[in-house]
Each structure stands twice: as C-alpha cells, then as structure tokens.
C-alpha cells in the first residue's frame, strides 16, 4: 500500500492538513511528533520535522529508516524575495521539487533559497534575491531536498508567503517566541522580551494574525496539488 508523507516545520503549518484527516491517530517517538490518518481516501503521513536545517537532519533520516514513503510533501512558510509574491501567496520551489510532476499550470514555480536564520529585514531579502536567483527562503528545504534525492523519494516542495520582500521582521521576538530544539512556543520568553522591547509588539502581532490566512491558503493549495498528483 502506497504511503504519502506530509512534512511541516512545526505544528501551526500543519494543523489545516490534521483537521482534514481521517481514522488519525497521533504517535510520539524518540521526540518526533507523527500522525497517521487517511486524506481523500488514501493512508498519509504528517510529520513534524522542527524549524531549522538542525532539526531536520536530526528528524528526517530517523523517519526515512522507519517508512517506507513513496510520495513526499515538504510545506510550510517562507519568506518572499520577489514583488511578484504577495502575503498569502502559495508557491512551489522548482529546485527543491522532482521533476516532471506536471504542476505548473496549477501553482507558481518558484526558485528557493535555504538559510539557517530568519531573514528579517528587507535588505537582507533583496541581497538574498540577488546572490541566489530566487524568489522564496526557508530554513529547511534545501536539507530535506538532498535527503530525498539520495533516498531517491519523489517529493515536492510548498511555500506559503509568510512576509513578502519588502516587510522587514522584529526578528528578537520571532527568536523568543520559539525554542527550535524542543520544537515548541515559548511564551514566557516571548512576554519578556515584549516587555523589555515594547516595539516589537506591534510588528510581531501582526504577523502572527496575517499567519492565520498564510496557513489555510497552504492547506488548500496542498490538498489541490495532492489530488491532482494522485490523478496523474
């Protein structure tokens, strides 16, 4: 029986594609967080892989020796480095994918760019967008990209724009706000630093409510995309 495996960074990302699964049931092992349900009549596989290139070397060898998983998805948010992607956008990194999945005429084809720290402020985006040719960046895709290839997995890659080029990030409170090794909020840092930094409160909020959209416009693109790979 085939097995379609979801990749998230963290559980926020995920949660539109968990409400959509049936029979789920939720496993924890060796600090990995998995669910496995049935999506559009099919067995699937959603992972947590944890934010950062770190994370995912720690995560995704450890499931790729236990699974057998015949089609990958690694979705989640991203940076915009283009003016063409707007806050809410849904793109598919080209290079980060297979090729020949035939998806192009349901979803932008981007090229993307993994760095291993946020990229908050516009200059850095822009010089980003320059040196690299690309109009999206993430921390993880790169990484689980190589994993995939070597394992000779067909996968594809999904980003939702989270901030677009020209929105800068209160980056301090994005890095109180989550412990990417235990891979959860941490909120009591977050209020510490929002009370030593009361600036960045208004920024961080909002992008934290513009995150709601960003993640059901993801969901929806993703459960598009899947069943029309399904059908091919």
Known sequence: MSLTAFFFPVKQEASGLLRRLEKIRKEESEGIVTWRGQLQGNDVLVVLLGMGADSVRRTLPVILRKEKIDFAWVAGFGGG????????????????????????????????????????????????????QAQVVDMES???????????????????????????????ALSASFDPEEN??????????????????????????????????????LLELEKRREKQ
């Open 81 to 132: 480095l283009d003016a063409s992607l707007k806050k809410g956008d849904v793109a598919l990194a080209g290079n980060f994918s297979s090729p020949h999945l035939h998806l192009s005429k349901y979803v932008t084809i981007v090229r993307g760019v993994t760095v291993n720290h946020v990229v908050a402020s516009s200059a850095q985006k822009l010089a980003l967008a320059q040196g690299h």
């Open 142 to 172: 790169q990484i689980a990209h190589d994993l995939f290839e070597e394992k000779e997995i067909r996968h594809a890659t999904l980003r939702g724009i989270s901030d677009p080029w020209n929105e800068s990030l209160p980056s301090g």
């Open 184 to 221: 959860r909020p941490t909120p009591l840092k977050l209020l510490i630093h929002l009370a030593m930094n009361p600036r960045d409160f208004s920024p961080f909020f909002k992008f934290v409510i513009g995150l709601s959209q960003v993640q059901k416009n993801l969901t929806q693109k």
